[in-house]
Nanobody, 117 residues
């Protein structure tokens, strides 16, 4: 189990940007480097969905609705995965979670993203 801490959420107007961060403060670097990660999101009353993934060799994947707006990246030296979100839309509002890809059973608290129209 890799302990992950999400941060960076907040309230933003539609069209705005946020950068989420996912840190693995208790992992040793070699373990972090060996993992693929993903961002997921869960809107009120909906299931948690995959948003983006990044492999060990930094290859990203995205769901169609965020392509060209979101960018996932990783900084192995800082043991951190980022999700840069631009041109945010009200439908992007959700609690965003970071986990492995595929996900481990335990989830963190996530970080809330609110987008006002």
């Amino acid at each position: 189990q890799v302990y992950l801490v999400e941060s960076g959420g907040g309230l933003v107007q539609a069209g705005g940007s946020l950068r989420l961060a996912c840190r693995a403060p208790r992992s040793i670097t070699s373990v972090f480097n060996s993992k693929s990660f993903a961002w997921y999101r869960q809107a009120p009353g909906k299931q948690r969905d995959l948003v983006a993934t990044i492999s060990t060799d930094r290859r990203p994947t995205y769901i169609d609705s965020v392509k060209d707006r979101f960018a996932i990246s990783r900084d192995n030296a800082r043991k951190t995965v980022y999700l840069q979100m631009t041109n945010l839309k009200p439908e992007d509002a959700a609690v965003y979670y970071c986990n492995l890809d595929p996900p481990q059973p335990d989830w963190g608290q996530g970080t809330q993203v609110t987008v006002s129209s």
